[in-house]
T-cell receptor, first 113, second 117 residues
């Protein structure tokens, strides 16, 4: 089966611009998670979807970040407007069951200049 | 609140030597514990997980970890390192089902393993 895919793999944008990251989970996985790793620090949770509903968005840093999961399939994470501190690697993960194994995508490396 | 501490951001071993990567956790409820590995240009891959069954957990690629409640530790070991083990390793914790309304993973800062020939 295909794994979790993320697009783009890299994105370089200027401060103030908008960027949209996309995640395609493993087919049939209702749970989708977004995480972020900034500057070699720990990987931090951003939010969790169950199908199209936001189960937990306690990790979203501020209202410049907007996540959607239309139809319970793929998800997008939009950053608008981007700031320098948003640079990092954004990971997406999916799982079939709650507290099941989370399968991670390769990540999107975002650089804000 | 839960947290994870990984001692040593970098660990270097010789090929064939014992690998020991340390992880200590803090949790008010018995947690589920995980070790993930990230090879260059790849996503995180699950090595092994502890979900309150046997305290000694065996994973892929010859790795194992032991849950020690008294020490709040979940150290990762491998008897003999191989060059292909060079990667970054992450310890993570999550509450068991029903403990909280979340199953987000809380990660440590990662340990980069170097293996020398």
């Amino acid at each position: 089966e295909a794994g979790v895919t993320q697009f783009p793999s890299h994105s370089v944008i200027e401060k103030g611009q908008t960027v949209t990251l996309r995640c395609d989970p493993i087919s049939g996985h209702d749970n989708l998670y977004w995480y972020r790793r900034v500057m070699g620090k720990e990987i931090k949770f951003l939010l969790h979807f169950v199908k199209e509903s936001k189960q937990d968005e306690s990790g979203m840093p501020n209202n410049r970040f907007l996540a959607e999961r239309t139809g319970g399939t793929y998800s997008t994470l939009k950053v608008q407007p981007a700031e320098l501190e948003d640079s990092g690697v954004y990971f997406c993960a999916s799982s079939q069951d709650r507290v099941g194994e989370q399968y991670f995508g390769p990540g999107t490396r975002l650089t804000v200049t | 609140a839960q947290s994870v501490t990984q001692l040593g951001s970098h660990v270097s071993v010789s090929e064939g030597a014992l690998v020991l990567l340390r992880c200590n956790y803090s949790s008010s409820v018995p947690p589920y514990l995980f070790w993930y590995v990230q090879y260059p240009n790849q996503g995180l891959q699950l090595l092994l997980k502890y979900t309150s069954a046997a305290t000694l957990v065996k994973g892929i690629n010859g790795f194992e970890a032991e849950f020690k409640k008294s020490e709040t530790s979940f150290h990762l070991t491998k008897p003999s390192a191989h060059m292909r083990d060079a990667a970054e390793y992450f310890c993570a914790v999550t509450p068991p089902p029903g403990a909280y309304n979340t199953d987000k993973l809380i990660f440590g800062t990662g340990t980069r393993l170097q293996v020398f020939p």
